[in-house]
């Protein structure tokens, strides 16, 4: 535990000379933290955008503008929270622009009959689980990304900021540009739609949880 | 204590600190509550299971690589940017992506000069129409060589098979470097196309970046019935027709702007919608 977070904040200190040395014209210090910080803000850029061609573009911009921005960063902050922000604040542009463009779209444009993503990575094998465990998880899989695309952009973002990353509640007001307390009803808005959706799907993990979990 | 509500839960399930060692100690005694408590956890524990792609190990790396060509360049201190030049954002001072903004702007500039001619103001580009002229021309043919470009990889990947019956494997390689390469510009035409409003473009390129982002992502090797789902994905977006179209039109577009056109009096057609 220890060590976890003497590594936590060496990686900080770290940034933070990064971003000093990248104010001071060297570039390879930013490269330095593209590097550290790109597959985490990809995690929270797919599960907001629900696809890796979005979360790709907005991994690049949240870059980008934290480098156009680095001279606004408070030296104390946290690099690697301050870029996720950025990133969380264009994917819900990036939402809202790809609901609209969805809209104007004939059906028949569409990757899929429910919109949904499928990766061609994901064909590949993995470990072989039984094909019913495929069949099941895949169909669960397809229900949770209806559930999620069904959430506005808003929603989702504070969902995603809340229960996968870990935010605060100022954090997700500040992505949000509302009030603490808007953003709080907010999270519960998009936990009481994910529950009316899912639901019915997740009732027996639920019930086999319950028999062997503490709370 | 009462009962907690559905949002305490939900609060509480997220960790947060109000009233928590109550709720805690009200859970364990009512089972109406720890039911509903489980629901809440079975749906949020699902939904934290979803598997997120990996990106790979050299991810990171390609994101620089992505990114390195766009960004400014920093000189001694951030501010100095600000001022010169004459531009008001340091966005739009490096020369490279001037340069490159320039191109996307000029290339969406030349499709709406043939399908948005109404809604373009014309005037800047009167100012200099010759220039323009010129202009326009080698921007259609830089959009046209690159839907040129993207649409071998597709034909190439459309026709791949193993190299004898033996291979259970077809190596994409070469293909998928490819698409990785059209990627970066195609986005840049389509977010161009986008600010401009040109919509019909836009989603046309957005699908083709889809298509390229799939090949680009998928395995170097894969077997023949992963290839087939690869085809089946690009016919059913039906995308090797609508780049066929496009560049078909940008080529009729370009002849139209050749001197010899201008003086039989052609004018660009309106292109259809793909």
């Not at chain 1, 808005?189 to 639901?199: C, G, P």
């Not at chain 2, 690589?65 to 501010?79: D, G, K, S, Y």
Request: a neutral charge.
């Amino acid at each position: 535990m220890r060590r976890m977070r003497q590594s936590v904040e060496a990686t900080g200190d770290s940034d933070a000379i990064a971003v000093e040395r990248t104010l001071a014209g060297d570039r390879d210090a930013f490269r330095a933290l593209v590097e550290r910080h790109s597959r985490n803000v990809f995690r929270l850029a797919y599960r907001m955008t629900g696809n890796q061609h979005d979360a790709e573009e907005v991994v690049q911009e949240a870059f980008l503008r934290a480098y156009q921005k680095l001279g606004q960063f408070a030296a104390r902050a946290n690099f690697g929270t301050w870029v996720y922000r950025i990133a969380a604040n264009y994917a819900i542009d990036r939402m809202r622009q790809r609901k609209s463009e969805d809209a104007q779209r004939e059906p028949a444009g569409r990757p899929s009959d429910d919109g949904i993503e499928r990766d061609v990575a994901s064909l590949v094998p993995d470990g072989a689980p039984s094909p019913e465990r495929l069949a099941q998880s895949e169909q669960l899989a397809v229900h949770m990304r209806r559930a999620l695309n069904e959430l506005t952009p808003a929603e989702r973002t504070a969902f995603v900021m809340r229960h996968w990353g870990g935010s605060g509640i100022e954090e997700i007001a500040e992505a949000l540009k509302s009030s603490t307390s808007a953003a709080k009803n907010t999270v519960f808005r998009s936990v009481q739609k994910l529950r009316r959706s899912l639901e019915p799907f997740v009732e027996r993990r639920g019930q086999a949880k319950a028999m062997g979990t503490e709370l | 204590m009462k009962h907690p509500d559905e949002e305490e839960l939900i609060a509480y399930h997220g960790g947060e600190v109000l009233r928590r060692d109550a709720i805690k100690e009200h859970l364990t005694d009512c089972t109406e509550c720890r039911a509903e408590f489980e629901r809440i956890d079975a749906v949020l524990g699902a939904l934290g299971a979803m598997p997120v792609p990996d990106p790979g190990d050299d991810y990171g790396r390609r994101v620089w690589r992505q990114i390195a060509p766009r960004l400014p360049e920093r000189r001694a201190a951030w501010w100095s940017f600000a001022g010169a030049g004459g531009f008001t954002t340091s966005w739009l001072q490096p020369r490279r992506w001037t340069a490159v903004g320039a191109i996307a702007t000029m290339v969406t500039v030349a499709f709406m000069a043939g399908r948005f001619t109404k809604r373009i103001s014309p005037a800047p580009i009167a100012a200099d129409a010759s220039a323009g002229k010129v202009r326009e021309r080698v921007l259609i043919m830089a959009v046209g060589e690159h839907l040129g470009r993207s649409e071998m990889v597709l034909v190439e990947l459309a026709n791949a098979e193993p190299l004898n019956a033996r291979q259970k494997q077809v190596n994409i390689s070469a293909e998928q470097r490819r698409a990785e390469d059209l990627l970066e510009e195609n986005r840049l035409y389509r977010q161009t196309a986008l600010e401009q409003g040109d919509t019909g473009l836009a989603n046309v390129l957005d699908e083709l970046e889809r298509v390229l982002l799939d090949v680009a992502h998928s395995p170097q090797e894969v077997t023949p019935a992963q290839l087939e789902t690869i085809r089946q994905r690009i016919d059913a977006r039906g995308i090797l027709f609508k780049v066929r179209v496009v560049g078909k039109e940008l080529e009729q577009r370009e002849e139209s702007s050749t001197p010899a056109a201008k003086q039989n009096g052609s004018m660009p057609q309106k292109r259809n919608n793909t």
